[in-house]
């Protein structure tokens, strides 16, 4: 709405020639990051080793390929750093009326330990504040090091 009052302006003050400029707004959605909080360290640790590994894959001449970090549930130091096929996470799509190779879309599966545990406690979570938070300054303190609960229950390390 801004960029759109903005060129608005631009352009009558084009039409009283007091406005010889070329304007292009460039907008950007801050959904998931107006939203959510401040990184743990495991979120800042994973990200980096991820970067570390799509700077490995470009230096070795590595395409096709996705930087990916396993064992996330032992220590920093045991995590194994790598690459997977981006075709391996392919699918073909008829979008448009013709078939298109795509990222396959991660769907809710409904019988994965994370979902089996929100379906658990889907009607406590009703009616009771069950919220999980470790707090603003996620850096330090109590909850800074931990692993997500649902990357967890993924992992089978939590019922």
Known sequence: MLISMVETELEKRKSEDSYARQFKGQSHFFGYEGRCGLPTNFD?????????GAGGLL???K???ISSVG???APVEQWTVGGTALTSLMDVERRHGKFKPVIKKAMVELESAPFRKFASM????AVK???ISPGPIQFIGAG???ISKTLLLELGIQA
Do not use: V
């Open 44 to 52: 800042s640790t994973y990200c980096y080793a991820l970067g570390y």
């Open 59 to 61: 230096h070795s001449g």
């Open 63 to 65: 395409t096709g390929l």
């Open 71 to 73: 064992c996330l549930d």
């Open 122 to 125: 889907r009607d406590e979570w």
């Open 129 to 131: 504040n069950r919220y």
């Open 144 to 146: 800074s090091n931990d």
